[in-house]
């Protein structure tokens, strides 16, 4: 496929569980964001990769938030220890390289994670 | 720090009908983008337009454009001959020129009606 894929689409996690989300981005592309989207609220942001490295991680809310992008490509977003908060839409989004305002960042379907 | 409000929760409009969504920032910078995302109920997040803020000209996409005040920190959106495909979530969003990530405001909900 040519877009932003994610996985899983749903998640249901009891509270205290880990949780492992899923990004392929659109191969080429060299950024990858993680957003996340409350109900009834817009994206707000997580962390940035640019290839492997990790840029900026201003928005992960605690450290039971864990991005990695250990080749540069697919990205994995971890929670551990899930908390009732942490329900949301998990956005990823890639792009060809960073600076939001030159390059459009294209965005996945989401993960939808409940936490019970 | 940037901050981006959009006033206007949910909106409906009757198809083929004009709608314009509101929506102000803050910012410091001189130099930064503006961006209206539509967000069907698919939940695929699509850039609509894009707006530089050092270019006077208002952006335009086909049916829609902005209208885009710099010194009263607007940045409105117009739909122009509304479509049933339009009914989607709306974001007002803002990026520096310096940065990486997009500041999103809450949203509009808007409903095109038959």
């Known amino acids: 496929g040519a877009g932003v894929s994610q996985s899983p689409r749903y998640k249901v996690a009891k509270r205290g569980q880990d949780v492992a989300l899923r990004c392929d981005p659109i191969?080429?592309?060299?950024?990858l964001f993680w957003y996340q989207q409350a109900l009834g609220q817009g994206p707000e942001f997580l962390t940035y990769?640019?290839?492997?490295?990790?840029?900026?991680k201003s928005g992960l809310p605690s450290d039971r938030f864990f991005a990695e992008r250990p080749e540069g490509s697919v990205s994995t977003l971890k929670i551990q220890r899930t908390q009732q908060e942490d329900s949301a839409v998990y956005l990823c989004?890639?792009?060809?390289?960073?600076?939001?305002?030159?390059?459009?960042?294209?965005f996945g379907p989401g993960t939808r994670l409940t936490v019970l | 720090a940037q901050t981006v409000t959009q006033s206007q929760p949910e909106m409906s409009v009757q198809e083929a009908e004009t709608v314009t969504l509101s929506c102000t920032y803050d910012?410091?910078?001189?130099?930064?983008?503006l961006f209206w995302y539509k967000q069907p109920p698919s939940r695929q997040m699509i850039l609509v337009i894009r707006?530089?803020?050092?270019?006077?000209q208002n952006a335009t996409e086909n049916r829609f454009s902005v209208n885009f005040q710099k010194a009263a920190k607007s940045f409105s959106l117009k739909i122009s001959d509304s479509q049933l495909g339009d009914t989607a979530m709306y974001f007002c969003?803002?990026?520096?020129?310096?940065?990486?990530?997009?500041?999103f405001g809450k949203g509009t909900r808007l409903h095109i009606l038959p």
């Open positions: 707006q530089e803020a050092y270019k006077q």
């Open positions: 989004a890639s792009s060809h390289t960073g600076l939001a305002g030159y390059n459009e960042q294209f």
């Open positions: 191969s080429g592309h060299v950024s």
């Open positions: 969003a803002f990026s520096s020129n310096r940065d990486d990530k997009i500041i």
């Open positions: 910012t410091s910078e001189n130099n930064y983008y």
């Open positions: 990769f640019q290839n492997e490295a990790q840029l900026d």
